[in-house]
């Protein structure tokens, strides 16, 4: 538990803590990094979706210095999505790459397909670029039909955040990305954002939007954290621990 509340105290303390952990993040990497043997094939993706959740948190704290919140929530969705995502891949290991790579190449070939079906120009060339470099792929595995259903279940996952969610038992994150997810599409509450009603009946334009509070600040300092305590331990020497443990501590959460 945690005693965070959307205020500006709250805030603060994650807002420090963020720091912290984006100092240790950079740290941890700058002379490069050794990886278990059994771990090389996952941390590559790891290691990406990490380094998204840390640059684009800078972006959102940057952002929300200057009064962009509203703006930030695309931002602050993906963060969410993406710190989920990074423990669903390490739970699920090499089954999960594959099943990543297998959701990359089904959208490649509907972008391909779009390509074509409306005629640009490059569709053909795109074709030939994927027509090669699937001839040069190992051909894929024949699987039994316990793993093809597991592989099924993975891409399943990546695409539908919900069940990705309900696999760890935290269905209640959903209403937060739904939440979010409302604010980054063409959506009424983005069709009212920047307008308010009067008792009278009438719109009061707006220049910004009206303030949304800290959550968006609060969130992504913890799924930093949550970032963070996957990312560490794949890295020799566990580099992040003491950061970790102090944002546990700033932020009142209790150690599991």
Same mark, same amino acid.
């Given at each position: $538990?945690? &005693? ?12 420090s803590?963020?720091?912290d %952990? ?5 740290? !941890? ?5 050794r990886v ?31 009064g #962009? ?8 969705? &993906?963060?969410?999505n993406?710190?989920?995502?990074? &423990?669903?891949? *390490?739970? &699920? ?5 594959? !099943? ?10 509907k972008?391909?397909?779009k %390509? =074509?079906?409306?005629?640009?120009? /490059? ?15 190992p ?8 793993e093809?259903?597991?592989?099924? +279940?993975?891409?399943?996952?990546? +695409? /539908? #955040? ?12 959903y ?11 063409t ?10 009603? $009067? ?11 009206? =303030? ?18 996957? $990312? ?7 580099? $992040? ?6 944002? *546990?501590?700033? %932020?009142? %959460? =209790?150690?599991?």
């Amino acid at each position: $538990m945690t &005693n965070l509340s959307n205020d500006r105290k709250s805030a603060d303390l994650a807002r420090s803590a963020a720091a912290d %952990l984006l100092t240790a993040a950079d740290t !941890a990497i700058a002379n490069g990094v050794r990886v278990p043997a059994d771990k090389v094939r996952v941390f590559g993706p790891v290691y990406s979706w990490w380094r998204l959740v840390c640059r684009t948190s800078e972006a959102v704290l940057l952002l929300t210095e200057r009064g #962009f919140s509203l703006e930030a929530a695309p931002m602050v969705r &993906n963060i969410l999505n993406h710190a989920y995502a990074i &423990n669903w891949l *390490i739970d &699920n290991g090499d089954p999960a790459v594959d !099943a990543l790579v297998a959701r990359g190449d089904d959208e490649r070939e509907k972008l391909c397909k779009k %390509l =074509e079906e409306t005629g640009w120009p /490059n569709a053909a060339e795109f074709r030939a670029a994927m027509d090669q470099a699937t001839s040069q792929q190992p051909a894929p595995p024949v699987r039994t039909p316990t793993e093809q259903a597991l592989h099924s +279940k993975l891409k399943h996952e990546l +695409k /539908n #955040f919900y069940d990705m969610l309900d696999r760890y038992d935290v269905a209640d994150v959903y209403p937060v990305y739904s939440h979010l997810s409302s604010l980054s599409h063409t959506s009424i509450s983005t069709a009212s954002a920047y307008v308010e009603q $009067m008792s009278d009946g009438s719109l009061q334009m707006r220049s910004e939007a009206a =303030e949304l509070g800290h959550a968006d600040v609060i969130q992504l300092t913890l799924s930093l954290l949550q970032t963070a305590t996957v $990312m560490s331990p794949l890295i020799e020497g566990d580099p $992040m621990r003491a950061s970790i443990d102090q944002a *546990i501590t700033t %932020l009142g %959460l =209790e150690k599991v």
